[in-house]
């Protein structure tokens, strides 16, 4: 991914992520974010980049929250299904949501 991309497109979504502040804005800035009423914590930074915290804990960040994450950000997510990895035992399970953006 090259750096002016990367300013427009995410490369993925975590549970906790901030998002650059020129992709905050294409998706409503924190207010339009914060909207939506699907995270537990959304905050504009001093840079004007914004922090997201889908749910209050990991281990929730599961199924319908993934797919609600992958609904809002998904106009700033790169093109195509993602690419699976298998979890190697003793690693965090992937987290996303298996859908092309279109």
Known sequence: MTLPESRRRL???EWLMVI????????????GIAA?????????LRDGAVLLQVT?????FTGEAIERTWRLLR?????????????????PPSRIWYADIA
Request: proline share 9%; aromatic share 10%; charged share 30%.
């Open 11 to 13: 490369r993925g979504y």
């Open 20 to 31: 650059p502040r020129a992709i905050a804005q294409q998706l409503g800035g924190a207010d």
């Open 36 to 44: 939506a009423g699907y995270f537990q914590r959304v905050e504009t």
């Open 56 to 60: 209050a804990e990991f281990q929730d």
């Open 75 to 91: 106009p700033a997510l790169r093109p195509g299904l993602p690419k699976r990895f298998d979890s190697d035992a003793g690693r």
